[in-house]
């Protein structure tokens, strides 16, 4: 059982819920694949400060469209004990890459819709001229 100091900064999974947003099946999931490593108080998981600073940055890297397991790489590196410089240079890496990615679908979405705006402005017009009266 954890001691009274360290009691004050775990969370247990209904207080991990609360504070980010997800269910509780979301954090067994997350657990079952080992991204988070609560503790265990009997059947109670205790997430610690570490958990939480991982699920922060699960949770940026899902909303950023970071596949789980490359999310599980960048966050294991940071246990290598280089002042994280490989995790950080591996995620600015990662993180241009995703960006590129995602300027060339929004170019790409962009393109969509214009053209989806001329073929319902074409559309209008051809609605508008079915109600013209005919020119005698």
Do not use: H
Request: glycine share 4%; charged share 35%; hydrophobic share 35%.
């Amino acid at each position: 059982m954890p001691n009274q100091k360290t009691q004050q900064d775990l969370l247990t999974i209904r207080e991990m819920c609360e504070a980010f947003d997800v269910t509780p099946r979301t954090l067994r999931f997350y657990e079952s694949k080992e991204l988070l490593f609560p503790l265990r108080d009997g059947q109670k998981r205790l997430f610690t400060r570490r958990d939480r600073g991982r699920l922060k940055l699960i949770l940026r890297g899902k909303r950023f469209g970071f596949a789980l397991e490359e999310i599980r790489q960048l966050l294991d590196l940071y246990d290598r004990g280089d002042q994280q410089e490989q995790q950080l240079t591996r995620t600015y890496q990662i993180a241009r890459e995703r960006l590129a990615q995602m300027e060339q679908q929004r170019d790409e979405l962009n393109e969509a819709i214009a053209e989806l705006k001329n073929q319902l402005e074409w559309g209008a017009d051809v609605i508008a001229s079915f109600r013209r009266p005919a020119a005698e």
